[in-house]
């Protein structure tokens, strides 16, 4: 419940993150704009004047040292320990609720209505497409809530808790970003906003300086929260790659008092202000934007894949499984007879479903699993088609008016029946921890809300987002495939599998000191 906290609300403090988009608005401000903003950006301007600006494409306007700065104070505090590390984010969330609260309360006592009339632009003065735009950009405002799933083990009825703390968390955020940003948009004209620090600048258009000075500090403590979230995570996901082989083993390295990885922390803790002081920041925004993006619709594509497979066995050694139960009845001299009965067995994950079999008898004819292996695939490829078609249809593609129509209609058509084939066959069922509903209705519209979302995206962002994947991928196949201690586990021909093998050979004994078994009778073959 409390992965809220650490994601909507503390970026909400930095600028309303993602409902600013609903009126077009341009994208978050950093906290170190706000705490520049405190001091009347004199920070800047002894930057911008001592230092220089920068004239590069794709680079800052100039080099940000006070963010670094921060960076560089949130890491030394997150290499302290988990202690002091979380009672600081417990500490900055609470400030930052309480400011969430300041803002919408003398927000609406400030609204002007008039603000949102036709002479100032009206409610959305950027169509649709902005909304999506804006949107899609501050789409890392909504990062965090996978640690409600990541954590259903640990609940008592996570059937009930889970989808109850998503449900709750996305509200709240939900709320507060909308009531946060319509109450900026009713204090000042959208267009009179400074992006860098909107909501401060708001209050001090409208000479409440003091209310301008509480926000940019909560802003500041939002920001830093983020900052915590970031620098305790990630190191700990490549820790935790490390130590299955995928990625370098120093990163493995962990501190013997605090119990921290330093590794990823001082890695992290270096690379995050370098590209705070280089890199623009509508680049750094849209850059993890993708990235979140780009894990939805792979996490909802898996949600499908998996809800058709057969679930692990309980046991590492397998179970046996429920063979033919023998009944008796006895005859009459009384001695009891038994024969054997087939126990009718419930239809399995990726089966077709028995009622539809008279249906669709044609779909019998295919390999078990074959239909729903290739209904994801047909999935997601007709989602980007679709998405593809609405957004560059008569932009970028210069289609035709029956070329647009033809692929709309194809890629659709595509999209439902692969929906249809998922629907048709069966799925597990799990009844000991908590599972997402009405798969696939639900993660197959997330998909292509997503997919839509990604390409409204700059083209540079991609190109970025490429060259990291690029990289990512390199490590992989050149390191990690070859390192990954569940690979080892997996294939048979490695030299882990083939030292465990020679080693039961050798505890075997010799053919000579084999027991002997007496005539008439049969040996029983040992069940695993």
């Not at 507060?176 to 909501?199: G, Q």
Request: aromatic fraction near 10%; include cysteine; charged fraction near 10%.
């Amino acid at each position: 419940m409390c992965s809220w906290v650490n994601c909507g609300p503390s970026s909400l403090a930095g600028y309303c993150s993602s409902s600013v988009s609903l009126v077009g608005l341009p994208w978050p401000a950093p906290g170190a704009a706000h705490l520049d903003a405190i001091f009347s950006h004199r920070i800047r301007s002894f930057t911008m004047t001592h230092v220089g600006c920068w004239q590069v494409p794709f680079l800052a306007q100039y080099p940000d040292f006070l963010a670094a700065g921060v960076i560089l104070l949130a890491s030394a505090f997150v290499y302290c320990g988990v202690h002091i590390s979380s009672w600081l984010n417990r500490t900055f969330s609470a400030i930052s609720l309480v400011v969430i609260l300041f803002i919408v309360t003398l927000g609406f006592v400030l609204a002007r209505p008039e603000n949102w009339s036709t002479e100032e632009g009206g409610f959305a003065p950027f169509g649709f497409s902005g909304i999506m735009a804006g949107a899609a950009t501050c789409f890392y405002a909504f990062v965090g809530f996978g640690a409600i799933a990541a954590s259903s083990e640990e609940g008592q009825n996570p059937k009930r808790a889970v989808p109850m703390a998503i449900a709750i968390s996305v509200g709240l955020v939900a709320g507060t970003n909308i009531l946060a940003s319509t109450v900026l948009t009713l204090m000042v004209p959208r267009h009179s906003l400074d992006p860098d620090w909107a909501l401060a600048d708001a209050f001090y258009q409208r000479g409440y300086s003091w209310a301008g000075f509480i926000v940019a500090a909560g802003a500041v403590c939002g920001m830093t929260t983020v900052l915590f979230n970031i620098l305790f995570a990630v190191p700990r996901i490549v820790y935790a790659m490390a130590t299955d082989g995928l990625f370098f083993q120093i990163f493995t390295r962990v501190h013997p008092h605090t119990q921290v990885p330093i590794v990823g922390i001082l890695v992290f803790g270096f690379l995050m202000p370098l590209l705070a002081v280089l890199l623009d920041l509508e680049a750094l925004i849209q850059f993890l934007s993708i990235g979140t993006l780009v894990t939805r619709p792979v996490v909802n594509t898996s949600i499908i894949v998996l809800r058709f497979q057969k679930s692990p066995p309980s046991s590492p050694l397998g179970s046996v499984s429920p063979g033919p139960v023998a009944e008796g009845y006895e005859d009459s001299s009384g001695h009891r007879q038994l024969e054997d009965t087939e126990q009718p067995s419930a239809p399995e994950p990726g089966q077709l479903r028995p009622a539809l079999r008279p249906f669709l008898g044609f779909m019998s004819g295919c390999r078990p699993g074959v239909a729903v292996a290739w209904a994801p695939r047909v999935l997601v490829v007709s989602a980007i088609i679709l998405d593809c078609v609405l957004i560059f249809g008569k932009s970028a593609l210069h289609l035709p008016p029956w070329g647009h129509t033809l692929l709309l209609l194809l890629s659709s058509v595509m999209f439902l029946l692969s929906l249809l084939v998922l629907g048709a066959h069966q799925q597990q069922r799990r009844e000991d921890t908590f599972q997402v509903p009405m798969v696939p209705l639900i993660p197959a519209p997330s998909i292509l809300l997503n997919v839509f979302l990604m390409l409204q995206l700059s083209s540079l962002t991609w190109l970025r987002f490429s060259v990291w994947l690029l990289i990512g991928l390199v490590v992989y196949f050149v390191y990690g495939i070859w390192h990954s201690k569940e690979n080892q586990q997996e294939l048979p021909g490695l030299t882990a599998t083939r030292g465990s093998l020679e080693e039961t050979v050798q505890a075997l004994p010799p053919l000579s000191q084999a027991p002997t078994h007496e005539p008439g009778h049969m040996e029983q073959p040992a069940s695993l």
